[in-house]
């Protein structure tokens, strides 16, 4: 067993952890005021299954496009832990924030992109209010717009790769 690998390890997974609950809260907090007047907290409190479906599918969204954010972390704490001057040196120090700076756009333009889909959905389906629908609980509604933010954060993810690729 290499120390200095099993050190590198945990430092990874700390920063992992850390984002992923920086992202987690980020995200609820975002998506929280999109919502059109829809209290997420109330209505999971009182068992709304189409809000809690909803709010699973922001947080797989979120988890999809974190762990592609933490995937470009890793490679620049990899590169870093190579290069001459290791991890703490002013080249691996540059490679592991421009993997978190990668990791932050990536959720922003990811929760844009989900605001952007949910409303060109809106637009498709003139004759329903999704939002109305969610606080009758309407599971059918529900459903069709977690398929629409999971379907972005995955084509998000891609795009989040690509940067990590050209920054790291």
């Known amino acids: 067993m290499d120390p200095i690998n099993a050190v590198v390890g945990i430092i990874q997974l700390v920063i992992a952890i850390i984002l992923a609950v920086v992202a987690l809260y980020i995200g609820f907090s975002v998506f929280g ?3 059109k007047g829809i ?3 109330k209505e999971l409190a009182k068992g709304n299954t189409a809000i809690g479906i909803l709010v699973a599918s922001v947080f ?3 988890g999809i496009v974190v762990q592609s954010g933490v995937a470009g972390i890793s490679s620049g704490i990899k590169a870093a832990q190579a290069s001459a001057g290791g991890i703490l040196s002013a080249g691996g120090l540059t490679a592991i924030g ?3 700076l990668q990791l ?3 959720i ?3 929760i844009a992109a989900i605001y ?3 409303n060109v959905l809106d637009k498709l ?3 329903i209010e999704e939002f109305e629908e969610l606080k009758k609980g309407n599971v059918a509604v529900a459903l069709e717009m977690a398929g629409v933010i999971i379907t972005t954060a995955i084509i998000i993810q891609s795009g989040v790769q690509g940067i990590t690729a050209a920054l790291i």
């Open 33 to 35: 005021r999109i919502t």
């Open 39 to 41: 209290d997420e907290q």
């Open 60 to 62: 797989f969204a979120i």
């Open 98 to 100: 421009l993997g978190i």
């Open 104 to 106: 932050i756009l990536g």
């Open 108 to 110: 922003v333009l990811a």
């Open 116 to 118: 952007l889909a949910l």
């Open 125 to 127: 389906t003139k004759g």
